[in-house]
């Protein structure tokens, strides 16, 4: 039932009438007598009010080179201002995914929408928003950073004045006068950074942008994604390490071989992989023997002895246990150190585990 309140067109006087969606009422102004009708409005379907949005949309996504199907019908979504890590082990296809969520190849099928717009259809108006940094950076060895963000400027008609505070922001500034081509990976992939900041987008796709670079770089890299996703940001990065994207995604796919294995928090994939570190545990005098009282220990799935290291894969609750254990049973213990595996490692474990091994 709805309840209207009109107004009579001829003395104006105001009258509340109630009744269904779509039907004609007749009435008569009680002041004036002038009658006339009234059809009370088709119920509008209520607008759906979802607290999620998505930044980017890849649905059923397939491409096949030649005699390779780099990406197999894959489909995920990234919400508005989340960091999105797509991980894989190397050749899993995460490269020629976010080529074609650019555009940047034809593909075989699939629909991708950026910022909702169709990469096909508004190719143009789906990439402005976007800052890219490819897989390999390349730059003009002879420019110096300052000479390279101008030219980019320059490219996308922005304002030059952005060059020299991005090259700080990058923390790159004492490098202001050299020439890129004297930079080390990591200082080149820094000034990669600052490159598509250049504008200011709101959405960045960076494709393996710690491969390669020591814990330093990696850090330096990791606290800009995290920045300019406080910023507000939506970030996609892709990355074969899956220590890179913890602590610092929301979200992360898994693909191999051109599949989505997996779509979830970090913390539920940690689960869903069951990865375990490795324990490398120095003891002097070792020689190769693993000692009696680890082996039945419970929560230590494998244990391996080479010269003087023990190697145990255990669950990280159990670590300490392991310690006491080998302390009591009188070993010296000289050094620690925990390995967390590769993903590399955890997927020939998921694999196995699919075919029915394991
Ligand atoms: N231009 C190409 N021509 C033929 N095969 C390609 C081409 N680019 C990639 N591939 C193949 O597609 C698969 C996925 O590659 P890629 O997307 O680069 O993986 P990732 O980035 O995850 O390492 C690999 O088997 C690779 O050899
Ligand atoms: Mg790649």
Redesign the pocket.
Known sequence: MITKTIMCPHCKNKVTIQGNPGEKTYIICPKCNTKGVFTFPEEKSELKTTTTSFTIEVDGLTKI??D?T?VNDLSFNIRTGEIFGLL?P???????AIKAILSLIHVNSGKIKINGFDIKKDGIEARKSVGYLP?RVAFYDNLTPLQTLNFFCELRGDDKSVAKPLISEVGLEEAIDRKVGTFSKGMVQLLGVAQVMIGNPPVYILDEPMAGLDARWVKTIREKIKMLNEQGATVLF?SHILTEVENLCDRVAIIDK?KLIAEDTVANLNKYLKIKPRLEISIPGLNGKIPEEIKGLKGVEAVDAKDDTLFVTCESSVRSRVIATLEEAGLKIDNIKTIEPSLEEAFVKLISQDKGGA
């Not at 190397?90 to 020629?96: L, P, V």
């Open positions: 080179y030649k390779v780099a894989g190397n050749g899993a296809g995460k490269t020629t897989e892709s051109g």
